[in-house]
Structure formats: structure tokens, C-alpha cells
């Protein structure tokens, strides 16, 4: 049942994800009771449906009865609530509660500095998003910090020319357009350009995405020296 909820998931096709999905739920808690860890997995595949479908309020829902199991089955400060903690934080951005996700990752982030340690590459991933949520804030100069943090953690442990380097450049280029700063937007849209040339290729999408936001960015910065 949850590997054809995940396939019918993954083809867009909700309604049948859900049936099979609760389908699981509904089994797991029959056979091992409701506080075992695969009944959270199943809240967990239920949560990433409703994500998809933009319903918020019910990925959430499903999230925190996760969130509750884990917490009782492996405590607060264990780094599978930390990814809990994390996912929640994330649904809250995308439903733009903002002060609610923040505070979900942070949380989550705390719990990964005791855990790996302040500059493990294992947390990058969520100091970028905590930069996104005060780009999100129009906190402007915490987002830089904690981009700038991801693409520093990330880069030391996968050099300049890893993937995950492009949205990162990408989106402190943004942050640098927001606050007028062009010229630092431009370096680092062509830093990830050179990525995306370099791993991707010229032809692939992301390469040709980076050169229009470059293109963009080179007519805001004409507009800006005509003024």
C-alpha cells in the first residue's frame, strides 16, 4: 500500500496516493499500534501529499502527529525530531507564516549544532533555509549570513563546483538584487553559471534559467546607471 501511495504520489495523482497511503495507516496501526515509527512514516507519506496539493493546513496536521511519535519514541533532542522539526518549518514558509517557520528551524537547527557540531556540512541545507524565511521576512543582512554559512559549509566538504552550490549562489544573488546591490547579485549568478556549464552543460535548463536571471539582472543595472 505505501509503495503504491509513493508511485501514484510521484505521477501527480493525488486521490489514488491518499487511498493507498491511508490504506498503510490504517494497517500499520492494526498490526503494531498507533506510536510505532511506521505509523509515523505513514503521517509522514500522507503530510508529502498534501503538500503537493498545496493544502497546508492538512500537511501540517499530519506532520505534527509525526512529530508526536517521534518525539515519544526518540526524545527531544535526537536529530530525527530535528528533521521533523525542520519539514514543519518548511510548510510554514511555503504557507507564508513566517514567524512560525523560523521558529520551527531553528529548533531544528540547535538540535544539529549539539548533535554535528556548529560547521557540519550535515546542517547546511538548514541554514539556507532559514536564510530563505528572512529573505521571505525582508531581513535582508541575517538571509546573506546564513546563505553565505550554507555555501561556506557546503563548499568545504563538496568544493566550488557541486550542485547544490548553484541555488545557493542563486539565491544570494537574489538577496543581493533585493537590496540593489547588483553588482554582487551578477558574480554570484555567473559563479553558478559556471557550475551549471561545468556539471550540467549549456543545453540543460537550469544553465539557460541562470543566463536569463543574468540577462536580467545586466538590464536592472543599465536602468539603475541611467538614472
Not at 523560523?102 to 546542517?123: C, P
Not at 538571509?143 to 563538496?158: C, D, F, I, N, P
Amino acid at each position: 500500500y505505501n509503495n503504491l501511495g509513493s508511485v501514484y504520489n510521484a505521477i501527480g495523482d493525488a486521490d489514488k496516493a491518499l487511498h493507498y497511503h491511508f490504506k498503510a495507516l490504517s494497517a500499520w496501526k492494526t498490526t503494531l499500534g498507533n506510536e510505532h515509527d511506521r505509523v509515523a512514516a505513514s503521517y509522514a507519506n500522507i503530510s508529502n501529499v498534501y503538500r503537493n496539493l498545496k493544502n497546508y493546513d492538512a500537511a501540517l496536521d499530519y506532520l505534527f502527529l509525526r512529530l508526536n511519535i517521534i518525539k515519544s519514541t526518540f526524545g527531544e533532542t535526537h536529530t530525527i525530531t530535528a528533521a521533523v522539526y525542520n519539514n514543519i518549518g518548511t510548510i510554514y514558509l511555503a504557507n507564508s507564516e513566517l514567524d512560525n517557520a523560523l521558529d520551527y528551524m531553528l529548533k531544528a537547527l540547535d538540535i544539529y549544532k549539539v548533535v554535528f557540531g556548529e560547521d557540519s556540512n550535515r546542517i547546511y541545507l538548514i541554514y539556507n533555509n532559514v536564510g530563505w524565511v528572512y529573505y521571505a521576512k525582508s531581513e535582508y543582512t541575517l538571509a546573506l549570513q546564513y546563505m553565505q554559512k550554507a555555501l561556506m559549509m557546503h563548499k568545504a566538504e563538496y568544493g566550488e563546483d557541486s550542485e547544490e552550490n548553484i541555488d545557493i549562489y542563486c539565491g544570494i544573488s537574489s538577496v543581493y538584487e533585493k537590496i540593489g546591490d547588483y553588482d554582487n547579485a551578477l558574480n554570484n549568478l555567473r559563479l553558478a553559471l559556471d557550475i551549471c556549464e561545468n556539471v550540467l552543460g549549456v543545453e540543460h535548463s537550469k544553465t539557460i534559467e541562470v543566463k536569463s536571471d543574468i540577462e536580467e539582472i545586466q538590464q536592472l543595472m543599465l536602468k539603475a546607471n541611467d538614472k
